[in-house]
């Protein structure tokens, strides 16, 4: 079993909005420390919001304000629902642990592209 899978990416416009799924193998990965990163193409991994075991929900700058995470402790997941999509906003883009992920745990990431 995959530690970590992501999932709900797709094609959207402008302006629209996607959910993805990160579900977490319970064994392995705390769902309470969780964060989602993304790649654009070109670029290095960045880290884009996370959830500490608090309920604190954390984001880069650039994503305040549109993009919502979120956890379902009894189904290992983690949500981050994203809004006010801009074409910047296309990537792939992962589930690891938050805030230091761990190098060697990059699930396959689920691609998001924005375009008109």
Do not use: H
Request: contains cysteine.
């Amino acid at each position: 079993q995959v530690p970590l899978v992501e999932s709900g990416g797709g094609l959207v416009r402008p302006g629209g909005s996607l959910r993805l799924s990160c579900t977490a193998r319970g064994d392995v990965f705390n769902v309470n420390t969780l964060g989602w990163y993304y790649q654009a193409p070109g670029k290095e991994r960045e880290w884009v919001a996370g959830i500490i075991p608090s309920g604190t929900r954390m984001y880069a700058d650039f994503v305040k304000g549109r993009f919502i995470i979120d956890r379902d402790n009894a189904a290992n997941t983690v949500y981050l629902q994203m809004n006010s999509l801009k074409p910047e906003d296309t990537a792939v883009y992962y589930c690891n642990d938050f805030p230091v992920p761990r190098d060697n745990s990059w699930g396959q990431g689920t691609r998001v592209t924005v375009s008109a």
